[in-house]
């Protein structure tokens, strides 16, 4: 039996690969990674230049893992709709098989593939813990809460131990192969940022490693905490599957550490689950939102707001700092994402689906489910959303998660020397104050964009007119 284990970049490892395992059992292995212009098309590619780092660095530890294991990826370019069905005819391949993925536009793909390939085309589970589509209610209908799901999830999780790593692959066999080079960020025309996460299936593990060893214990009350780093950073390892959520799951399901923070890790965990069924059973929901009277929201089309929003010059501190913590290291954390998510939503009244664009551009972690779901729920029009008119306040938040403005000081360095009490609301300060922190409002930071009650007071009006709105 000759199989094509075709990886598709949200699978980029050796370890707990059960398409790798199988096809390593039935006989001949041809490992194939597709270099499809849909993605690397320079000038695609430089639009997502932190998620295209992640990835050919992930893609080069893949291919070495491969070469020590005796064989060797692949990688062709092309449509994958076209080449993976002729390279299965040219190569002779009895089977390709390959993870599935959930979003629409590649269930289609899928669809064509499975349509030139019939049978011989085979998707396996593994990107989620469950299989998309299988977890419904007593209703035998998708969930739309998530602590119900999640209740349920857990009902009928049996997570078993991951595979290790393949010992040793069997060499490719004689067939003409391209031996086409990995793109490299400078032949895609993107620089290279030093501060993103490392990429590879080697540094995920290590990762997950430190995470279980140094910041579980304590998880669940350092995770809100903007100034430090209470999280697993494993976010861009579950994207691109560099290490498998089960892995993740197991490891961190049998650590030795107390109960509530495992338990909040791998709720953050059913998160994710969530979004990924959600997304499988409502695919229009990356162009529409999922509150139905949500439809036609007067969002407004300022581009001087959005622009201060995406550079982090809006006046507030917090959405600041989230803002260039995006464009510094391909990462926000969680707390500042929703702030952030909400003030560009409500504050501003800019549609989600700018924030979620940006967002997917820079994130190295961007994943089109999540991504859509962390958006429509901070809109309040998402499944299981934070209610429309819950505004966060970027003042109080910050001060309560960022108390002493030690993330602020890092992304935002012109207000560094603001004492604790200003550093969350600099235009409340005295003027002495601002000078001896070497603060000139409107000049080396600006006065915020919009007052907070007042735009507050605006989104709300809006959303009621829209949301009570007689229908047809
Ligand atoms: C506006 C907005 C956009 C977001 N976009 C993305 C995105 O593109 N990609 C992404 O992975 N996450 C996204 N999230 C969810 C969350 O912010 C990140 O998963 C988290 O910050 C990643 O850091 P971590 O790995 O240290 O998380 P941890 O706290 O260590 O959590 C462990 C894992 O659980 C999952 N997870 C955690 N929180 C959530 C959540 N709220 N929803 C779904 N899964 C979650 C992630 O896979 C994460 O790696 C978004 C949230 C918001 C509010």
Redesign the pocket.
Same mark, same amino acid.
């Given at each position: 039996m000759r199989t094509i284990v075709w990886f598709r970049g949200k699978d980029l490892r050796i370890s707990d690969h059960a398409p790798l395992r199988d096809a390593i059992r039935a006989g001949e292995v041809i490992p194939l990674f597709v270099l499809d212009p849909y993605f690397f098309a320079p000038e695609r590619a430089q639009r997502l230049p932190h998620r295209m780092q992640f990835l050919l660095e992930s893609l080069a530890s893949l291919e070495k893992n491969i070469e020590r294991l005796g064989s060797r990826l692949v990688l062709v370019e092309g449509k994958s709709t076209e080449v993976v069905p002729a390279l299965a005819s040219r190569w002779k391949a009895d089977r390709v098989v390959a993870h599935r993925w959930v979003e629409p536009f590649a269930r289609e793909r899928d669809e064509r593939v499975a349509a030139a390939l019939g049978d011989r085309f085979a998707l396996y589970e593994g990107e989620t813990l469950l299989p998309p589509g299988t977890v419904r209610t007593g209703d035998d209908k998708p969930f739309s809460v998530y602590t119900p799901f999640a209740r349920a999830v857990r009902r009928s999780l049996h997570v078993s131990e991951p595979e290790p790593a393949p010992k040793r692959l069997p060499a490719l066999p004689d067939i003409e192969a391209p031996r086409a080079p990995l793109p490299t960020l400078e032949s895609l025309g993107i620089e290279r940022n030093p501060n993103l996460l490392e990429g590879g299936e080697r540094a995920g593990r290590a990762r997950l490693d430190a995470f279980v060893r140094d910041r579980l214990a304590g998880y669940a009350s350092a995770?809100d905490r903007l100034d430090e780093a209470g999280?697993?950073? $494993?976010?861009a390892d %579950?994207?691109f599957g560099t290490v498998s959520v089960r892995t993740v799951w197991s490891r961190v399901a049998a650590a030795d550490a107390p109960k509530e923070d495992i338990e909040k $890790?791998t709720n953050? %965990?059913l998160?994710?689950e969530f979004?990924h069924h959600t997304l499988w059973d409502r695919p229009n929901l990356l162009s529409e939102p999922f509150r139905a009277d949500f439809q036609g929201f007067p969002w407004k089309d300022d581009a001087a707001w959005l622009e201060a929003w995406k550079s982090g010059h809006t006046g507030y501190p917090v959405v600041d700092a989230s803002a260039r913590q995006l464009l510094g290291e391909g990462y926000v954390?969680?707390r500042a994402?929703?702030i952030s998510?909400s003030f560009l939503t409500k504050h501003l009244g800019i549609s989600y689906k700018r924030g979620e664009a940006h967002?997917l551009a820079f994130?190295t972690?961007?994943?089109w489910a999540?991504?859509n779901?962390?958006?429509q729920?901070?809109a309040g029009c998402g499944c299981d959303a934070q209610p429309y008119f819950r505004v966060f306040n970027p003042v109080t938040q910050g001060e309560r998660y960022d108390p002493e403005g030690g993330y602020v000081r890092r992304w935002v360095p012109e207000l560094a020397k603001l004492p604790n009490k200003f550093i969350h609301s600099p235009w409340l300060a005295p003027p002495d104050v601002l000078r001896a922190a070497g603060v000139r409002l409107g000049e080396t930071y600006p006065r915020p964009i919009v007052d907070h009650a007042q735009a507050r007071e605006r989104f709300l009006t809006t959303a009621k007119a829209h949301l009570g709105r007689d229908r047809p």
């Open positions: 995770r999280t697993s950073r $494993l976010s %579950l994207k $890790l953050e %965990l998160w994710r979004t954390h969680n994402r929703m998510a967002y994130l972690d961007g994943d999540q991504n779901s962390g958006w729920w901070s």
